[in-house]
Each structure stands twice: as structure tokens, then as C-alpha cells.
């Protein structure tokens, strides 16, 4: 096997970068030796160091704020400057919009005003979105990533974007713009942060560097076996991959409220549960939900069955009413959460009762559960939830199947993978086919939130004897969710070593603390012995009034620069006010809002710009010392 060449059929095992990437950045030099001088910085481009922005994760707020930010930069000739763009969760957003311009850089304030106006619309193509979610369901690997990528990303950015990453390269290969990457993380192991959790993607590859193992990006999703191709699938586009960054606090907390509920019998296990659900919890959004948790906590012990039952019902509604379920779910999974998942949530027993396996459900409830809904979800939901969601189905799709010919199928017959036969011409036949359809996509969108399955796709590096990683290396689809969950900035991808990054401007549009992507990282680095900047603690403190820069400087010559979004340069005295009118989980913006979220945004750069210049000047510099 070629170890270094990534060609069709073969995966490619180092831990160089790409032949794609070193001869973008290498063109991308020459564009950076000029945007220096722009500042008065003179460099040679065969030996100058890279600069690097990094965007954070935090949905809508990340998306306008990168927005912002770019065209502040470009203003102040800074973004020239750029060798490397790296986004996380709502960040990506922005980049994959902006990323379909070969020379995005020249028109950013165009693309601002252009995405201003998409998002004060609120308007989105409802067909097209529940079309594309049909078509995913018909797919082997569906997951809740396609749900929310075709419905609910859909509605937030107003457009589905069908394009392909690898659509990328023709701007990034000219040199015109900052290299992107864009991250994600293994599901199983984001917890312990190995070798194994960080997958990048760029316009060339996607990969995991701690192993050095990568695949090029057409190929990305299809099935391997030990490095060898077996079967080629078609490549996934934007809109998909825009939802590895969409798993929110809220879906966790809700998720750990499930599982506490097959735990009300006996009481046991909870524990680490109660440890998550503090964790998500403790912000000023969710005040009512955390107190809830900790009351929850000291009387669990001591509780029955229906106390414990009816504490995770309340829970539910607590964490609903400081979210907004509507605002976070969007109304499609609302219907499906009140249809569905209230079902085994508020009445398991009922549910379980009907299935005739009470017996079980003590002793084994998620053996029963999985049983009854996920091994035969659609004989569950065709009697349980159909019925309840679409108006009179049956009669439908009975008079459907009479409309048909006599060489048609019976309604029970008809495959929802299958497009209507041109033997069924009425419309009641189609009315019934698209029933199915809908069914399809309700009986596994169920399943995944059972299950809690995001971002299932096949594993290039299934079986391949050549990495050192069974938790990725033996299951032959892997699950990658929002890296924002493990670090809300991509540092661990930046670092790679030859990518000889050696000052990061790191823009902070995260929620709650505005330092912990900072001490994330710094564990991060630790553990897995990577060169950092020694961080002092003390200038960490002050959590509720951050300054509008912080630098830290490392023995390595990497320099990192610091910037929370909301401070108290930006927004003096305002800062719990701006909190809490742009959430994470805020879904729709006036044209008023967006604007005084960029004015916030733009005002960071403008404040900073004079320590942003002397950081490169002495990053420059010091290469020549």
C-alpha cells in the first residue's frame, strides 16, 4: 500500500499532510508575503510561520459573528494575512456559505449584506427539505444528522446547501483564500479525547492526524474494508456535514432525561447521569432545569417508582420551558417529540402494556424497548403514532390501493424506498406512497433519538490492520457529532505540527465561560503531550466581565490571542444582556439583531487590531532573531 498517496481504493496512512494541502498553502504564501506588506511587514515566504484563525462553535451567534469578524479583518488588512481558517459547529456554517466564492476575501461585505438579508427573511423551501429527509431515510447509515441537516439547518440558514466540500479546493489550490478545516469528533471517545476523537476536513481529505490515517474527500462515506475500497458511495454535501456541529445541550439533557426514566424502577446508575445533567446545566439559561436536577439528586434514594417518574416528567417540561422546545426542535421534531418520544418519556408503561411485555420491562426496559421500537419500529408505529400524526392514513392509503390496477400492490405492500409505479397514476396513490414515506422517516427518526445516533456513516478505516485503534478500526460505521463538545475551538487539528502555525487569533463565540475552550485545550495538550502556551489562571477569573484580549505567549514561539466575543470593551456593563438576547438556541433573528450582534462583532476586531498588528510583527520577527 502507498502510505503517503491517498489514490482510489486505498486509504492513506501518514502523518504529512496532504499533497493538496502543502501546495495550497504554499500558493497561499505568496498572497501572505503581500497582505504583510500591506502592514509594513516584510517576509521571506520560504521562511515565514503560518497564522491561523480560529472560529468557535455556538450556532446562529458564531455564524453572524464570523460574519463580522472576516470583514473587519479584510477592512484592516488582516485577513491576508491568513494562512489558516478553522471553524467548529456554527462557525462551519458560515464558512461553507462563503467558501462556494473563489474569491470570497474581495466580496466578504457583499456576502455579509447578502446573508443579512436570507436570515431576517425566515423563509426556507419546506418541499425541498422533507424531500431531502425522505431520501436520507431511504439510506442504510440515516441518522438524526440528516434530520437536522435537511429540516432544522435548513430552516435556520434559509437554504440547503447541496454542494460539495471538495467544491473547495479550486479557491483554496489559487491561493485567494485562508486554507479551511473544518472538525468533528468520534461520539465514543470524545469523552477521553485519544488519538482517535478529532476528524478534520478539508478540501482534500477527510482524516484522523492523531492516527495519521486519512481518505480523500470523494470517498468519504463509502464502504471500506482493511484500507481497500468495496464500495463506492456518492460524496456527501454541505448541508450534511454542516450538522456534525448541531448536537445541543439541550438534546444531551433531554437524553440523560430518558435514560433516568428506565431507571425509575430500580433507582440505580444514576449517578453519572445527574453528574452530565449538572454539568450541561449550570448556566443562567437554564436556571429552573438545574435546581430541578440537584432536588432531583438528594431525593432519587429515597423515592418510589412514581415519584421518580413523575420528576423526570417535570424535568422534561423544565428543560422545554428554558430552552423553548418549539425554538430548539423546530416544529417537524416537535411533532415527532410530542407523537412519539412523550410516549416512552410520560407513559412507558402504557406503551409497553399495549406490546404485551410488561413481564420484561422491570428487569430489562431498554432490551424491551429496543425490541419492540427499534428492531420492529415500523409494526410499533404504524399502530401507535400514524394514526395520530397524519389524518386517517389508513382510509388513504386503502383508497389508494383500490384506485390501483389490478397488477398493483396493497397498501401494506408498498416500499417506501420505492418511487410510486406508473401503474398507480390517482392521486390518493400518491397520497398514500408519500404517507409511507413520511412513516419511513418517523419510525427511524424514532429509532435514532432511542438510540441517540448523529452522524452515522460507513468507516473508511474498518478492519485496517495498519491503525492502532480498535474503538475506531472494528465497527464498521463510525458516529461523529459536533467537536464543540469536546473543545469548542479547533486547536487539536491547528497544532498539527506541519502546519507550522505560530500565532492563532482565536475568536470566542461560545456561550457561558469564555475561557473554558481555552482550559479544554491546555488539558488537551497535556495529555497528549502537545507544545502549548503556559496559561496563568489568575487572568481566568473573571468569567463574568472578560477583557477584549488576552495573549499568551509559548516557549515554542506559538503565540495565542484570545478574543470573547461579549466583553467589557465591547459591550460595557451590557455583557449578561447580550448573553441572554443572542443564546445558542436562539432560531430566529430580526434584521435588528443580526445587525447588533456584527456591530458587537466588528467592534472586537477594531479594539484589537493594534495588538493584533504587534503580535505579527513580532511572530515575523522573531523567526529572523
Not at 37 to 52: E, H, Q, R, T
Not at 492 to 506: A, C, D, F, G, M
Amino acid at each position: 500500500m502507498d502510505r503517503n498517496a491517498a489514490g482510489k481504493g486505498k486509504i492513506r496512512l501518514s502523518k504529512s499532510l496532504s499533497a493538496g494541502e502543502k501546495a495550497a498553502v504554499a500558493d497561499r504564501k505568496e498572497a501572505v508575503r503581500k497582505g504583510l506588506a500591506k502592514l509594513g511587514i516584510s517576509a521571506d515566504v520560504n521562511k515565514m510561520p503560518n497564522i491561523a484563525v480560529l472560529a468557535s462553535g455556538g450556532a446562529l451567534r458564531a455564524m453572524i459573528a464570523l460574519y463580522g469578524t472576516l470583514v473587519e479583518l479584510k477592512k484592516n488588512n488582516i485577513l491576508d494575512c491568513i494562512t489558516y481558517l478553522a471553524g467548529v459547529s456554527g462557525s462551519t456554517w458560515c464558512m461553507s456559505t462563503i467558501y462556494k466564492y473563489d474569491d470570497w476575501p474581495q466580496k466578504i461585505e457583499s456576502l455579509e449584506k447578502l446573508q443579512i438579508e436570507k436570515l431576517s427573511q425566515d423563509k426556507w423551501n419546506v418541499k425541498e427539505g422533507t424531500g431531502a429527509v425522505a431520501d436520507a431515510a431511504d439510506e442504510e447509515n440515516y441518522s438524526l444528522t440528516d434530520f437536522w441537516s435537511y429540516l432544522i439547518v435548513h430552516q435556520l440558514l434559509t437554504e440547503l446547501d447541496e454542494t460539495e466540500l471538495s467544491s473547495h479546493k479550486v479557491p483554496a489550490e489559487r491561493g485567494r483564500v485562508p486554507y479551511p478545516i473544518y472538525a468533528a469528533v468520534d461520539k465514543k471517545t470524545y469523552h477521553k479525547q485519544n488519538e482517535g476523537t478529532w476528524f478534520e476536513f478539508t478540501p482534500h481529505e477527510v482524516g484522523v492526524p492523531g492516527l495519521g490515517a486519512y481518505v480523500d474527500l470523494r470517498y468519504f462515506g463509502s464502504v471500506f474494508e482493511n484500507c481497500q475500497l468495496k464500495e463506492e458511495k456518492p460524496q456527501k454535501n454541505i448541508c450534511y456535514l454542516q450538522d456534525f456541529q448541531v448536537v445541543s445541550t439541550f438534546y444531551q439533557a433531554y437524553q440523560c432525561v430518558v435514560e433516568l426514566h428506565l431507571r425509575i424502577v430500580d433507582g440505580k446508575e444514576v449517578d453519572a447521569l445527574f453528574d452530565r445533567l449538572e454539568k450541561l446545566l449550570n448556566t443562567p439559561k437554564t436556571t429552573k432545569s438545574y435546581e430541578m436536577v440537584r432536588k432531583m439528586r438528594k431525593t432519587w434514594p429515597s423515592s418510589d417508582a412514581t415519584k421518580r417518574k413523575n420528576d423526570c416528567i417535570g424535568l422534561g417540561k423544565a428543560l422545554e420551558s428554558d430552552f423553548g422546545v418549539e425554538m430548539i426542535l423546530g416544529k417537524p421534531l416537535k411533532v415527532i417529540k410530542e407523537k412519539v418520544v412523550d410516549k416512552i418519556v410520560e407513559k412507558p408503561m402504557e406503551v409497553i402494556k399495549d406490546n404485551k411485555v410488561v413481564d420484561t420491562v422491570v428487569n430489562k426496559p431498554m432490551e424491551t424497548i429496543k425490541d419492540k421500537v427499534v428492531d420492529k419500529p415500523m409494526e410499533v408505529i404504524k399502530g401507535k403514532t400514524v394514526d395520530k400524526v397524519a389524518d386517517k392514513p389508513k382510509e388513504v392509503i386503502k383508497n389508494g390501493s383500490q384506485a390501483t390496477s389490478s397488477g398493483g400492490k396493497e397498501a401494506d405492500q408498498l416500499n417506501p424506498r420505492e418511487k410510486p409505479p406508473s401503474e398507480q397514476p390517482t392521486e390518493a396513490a400518491n397520497v398514500g406512497y408519500r404517507v409511507l414515506r413520511f412513516v419511513n422517516v418517523v419510525r427511524k427518526t424514532y429509532s435514532c433519538l432511542l438510540t441517540w445516533t448523529w452522524g452515522t456513516i460507513n468507516n473508511f478505516l474498518y478492519k485496517c490492520s495498519s491503525v492502532n485503534a480498535p474503538a475506531l478500526t472494528e465497527e464498521p460505521v463510525l458516529s461523529l457529532i459536533d467537536a464543540g463538545l469536546a473543545i469548542n475551538t479547533a486547536y487539536p487539528l491547528i497544532l498539527h505540527p506541519e502546519r507550522n502555525v505560530k500565532l492563532i487569533l482565536s475568536f470566542d463565540f461560545s456561550s457561558g465561560d469564555p475561557f473554558e475552550t481555552l482550559k479544554r485545550t491546555v488539558d488537551y495538550c497535556k495529555t497528549q503531550r502537545i507544545p502549548f502556551p503556559r496559561i496563568d489562571e489568575k487572568e481566568l477569573n473573571d468569567t463574568e466581565n472578560p477583557r477584549d484580549c488576552y495573549i499568551f505567549r509559548g516557549d515554542n514561539g506559538l503565540t495565542v490571542m484570545h478574543f470573547p466575543l461579549f466583553n467589557k470593551v465591547n459591550c460595557p456593563g451590557k455583557i449578561k444582556e447580550y448573553n441572554d438576547q443572542f443564546s445558542t438556541f436562539k432560531r430566529n433573528y430580526t434584521r435588528e439583531e443580526i445587525e447588533k450582534l456584527i456591530i458587537a462583532a466588528k467592534k472586537n476586531v477594531i479594539n484589537v487590531r493594534q495588538k493584533i498588528l504587534e503580535e505579527i510583527k513580532h511572530t515575523m520577527g522573531s523567526q529572523y532573531v
